[in-house]
């Protein structure tokens, strides 16, 4: 057996599904647990990481949790984020459901990764594999990048920040590789770090983000991989969800 198949072995995934999405105005139902094209947004996310065979599963769930669980099937291991203190904090709950076999784990949203193909994922947990990074992370170059986090890199190409539009100086809101926000992580370097993660003064949550500028200090090996003009659309909004069907239809012709 192959390192690279061997390590794929001890790959875990965690889906981030607890949010209310309170701009969604749903008030009994998750967003993620709402339709894009043929079927809810998660079971998009879970369809792909059945392809690619992954065999350890946790999604986080909070609000309307019974509304995510009652659509899957079993194999799931389900953590619940009581309150809902950001991305680090989910990850933090999945992290104590994770089985102990697993050495690394790819992180996403449940309600944006229907856009991402078993190719893209598999390059992206590849390339963390053979760079044997603590931490990779996927970037897309959109035409508009309106409202997306802007990924700032050195002279060098290597990534230095993750910057939030609204953060963002003119120059930087010119730049369209954006953070989609899909990663892959090794468990130690989470067990490590996300203690260290400090809680948002404006929002009082704790941003996965944030592991980005701790890696940095701490001279960790950062990695990305960039995929140009990935179709996707980050869904937080019922015009987003819109959005979001018609692309997802339109690349699916």
Not at 34 to 49: E, V, W
Not at 99 to 104: E, G, S
Not at 194 to 207: A, D, H, N, P, W
Request: net charge positive; charged share 30%.
């Amino acid at each position: 057996m192959s390192v690279l198949k061997e390590k794929h072995k001890n790959l875990g995934a965690i889906v981030l599904a607890a949010g209310k999405g309170k701009r969604m105005n749903s008030k009994r139902i998750n967003k993620v647990a709402l339709h894009l094209a043929d079927k809810p947004m998660i079971l998009h996310t879970i369809s792909l990481l059945r392809e690619i065979e992954v065999d350890f599963l946790v999604v986080v769930v909070g609000f309307a949790k019974q509304s995510v669980m009652k659509l899957l099937d079993g194999g799931i291991i389900y953590a619940e984020q009581k309150k809902r203190l950001g991305t680090a904090h989910a990850v933090t709950c999945a992290l104590k459901k994770m089985p102990t076999a697993v050495r690394d784990v790819l992180v996403l949203n449940g309600d944006d990764s229907a856009f991402y193909d078993r190719k893209t994922i598999k390059n992206l947990v590849r390339a963390h594999f053979i760079s044997n990074a603590s931490f990779t992370l996927l970037t897309i170059k959109k035409q508009d990048p309106f409202g997306l986090g802007r990924i700032i890199r050195d002279k060098n190409g290597k990534v230095k920040a993750i910057i939030e539009e609204k953060d963002a100086t003119l120059n930087q809101r010119k730049i369209k590789e954006i953070n989609p926000g899909c990663y892959v992580f090794k468990i130690d370097f989470l067990k490590k770090y996300l203690k260290q993660v400090v809680k948002s003064s404006v929002t009082g949550e704790y941003y996965l983000t944030s592991l980005l500028d701790i890696g940095i200090k701490h001279k960790e090996n950062i990695e990305t991989l960039k995929i140009n003009l990935l179709p996707w659309r980050g869904v937080n909004t019922k015009d987003e969800l819109l959005e979001a069907e018609n692309l997802f239809l339109a690349v699916k012709k």
